[in-house]
C-alpha cells in the first residue's frame, strides 16, 4: 500500500484546512486508515481514524468537535477536515494504513503503511 498526503500549509489560528491522503496498490489488505501528527520533539501521536467499509470514527480528545474524518472509496482518499485550527495543532501530519483492531487504533504499532507526511503551521 503507498500514500501521499497532502494539503498541509501556513494558516492562522482559527482557520480551516482541508488534508487528503491518497491511497494505491493493495488497499483492501489493510482495512483502517489514520491521521497521525508530530510535532518538533515530540512522539507521533494519534489524530483520528476511519475504517475504508465506513464507521465507527476515531478522534483524539484534542481533536474532537474540531476535525472530521471522511473517505472516498471510489478514490480510496481519506480526508482531514481540520477546523479551528489552533498554534498547538502544528505539526506534520501523516496518514497511515493498518489492520489495527479496535483497542489497537489509537498505537502508531499498529500501522504499517505511513505517508510522507504533510506540514501544517498555524500562526496565532
Known amino acids: 500500500v503507498q500514500l501521499q498526503a497532502s494539503g498541509g500549509g501556513l494558516v492562522q489560528a482559527g482557520a480551516s484546512l482541508r488534508l487528503s491522503c491518497v491511497a494505491s496498490?493493495?488497499?483492501?489488505?489493510?482495512?483502517?486508515i489514520a491521521w497521525f501528527r508530530q510535532a518538533p520533539g515530540k512522539e507521533r501521536v494519534f489524530v483520528a481514524a476511519?475504517?475504508?467499509?465506513?464507521?465507527?470514527?476515531y478522534y483524539s480528545d484534542s481533536v474532537k468537535g474540531r476535525f472530521t474524518i471522511s473517505r472516498d472509496n471510489a478514490e480510496n482518499t481519506v480526508f482531514l477536515q481540520m477546523n479551528s485550527l489552533k498554534p498547538e495543532d502544528t505539526a506534520v501530519y501523516y496518514c497511515?494504513?493498518?489492520?489495527?483492531?479496535?483497542?489497537?487504533?489509537?498505537?502508531?504499532?499498529?500501522?504499517?503503511?505511513w505517508g510522507q507526511g504533510t506540514q501544517v503551521t498555524v500562526s496565532s
Open positions: 497511515a494504513a493498518g489492520n489495527a483492531t479496535t483497542s489497537e487504533t489509537m498505537r502508531p504499532q499498529a500501522y504499517d503503511f
Open positions: 496498490g493493495r488497499t483492501a489488505s489493510r482495512r483502517t
Open positions: 476511519v475504517r475504508w467499509s465506513g464507521g465507527p470514527y
